[in-house]
């Protein structure tokens, strides 16, 4: 299970840390990563890390503003937002993976998923 924290209402410009927890074993698996859904619109791929080398992937829209991380012994997965603008505002989800299915941003490549938390950016 995936469980999601961290999201607020932040002004453009600001910051946030998103966290997502795994419960139960020790994630083995091959990749964890962050989507978003914004209101009327679809679920979208931002970033994902590859739990065993760490190397980080990210949508263009994102580069260089925000950061995935994780914390193996914690079992967690987080997303540093910097720069925030009015269009990141979302819904974000973790997801985790098996195996590699060949394209991390698309749904089917993610076995589990969290129930996501809110984004909002406004002034």
């Known amino acids: 299970q995936l469980v999601e924290s961290g999201g607020g209402l932040v002004q453009p410009g600001g910051s946030l840390r998103l966290s997502c927890a795994a419960s139960g074993p020790t994630f083995h698996g091959h990749a964890m990563a962050w989507f978003r859904q914004a209101p009327g619109g679809e679920r979208a791929f931002v970033g994902a890390?590859?739990?065993?080398?760490?190397?980080?992937y990210y949508v263009n829209s994102v580069k260089g503003r925000f950061t995935i991380f994780r914390d193996i012994a914690k079992n967690s997965l987080y997303l540093q937002m910097n720069g925030l603008k009015a269009e990141d505002t979302a819904l974000y989800y973790c997801a985790s993976s098996e195996y590699y299915r060949g394209s991390y941003d698309l749904l089917h490549h993610w076995d589990s998923w969290g129930q996501g938390t809110q984004v909002t950016v406004s002034s």
């Open positions: 890390v590859d739990w065993n080398t760490g190397r980080t």
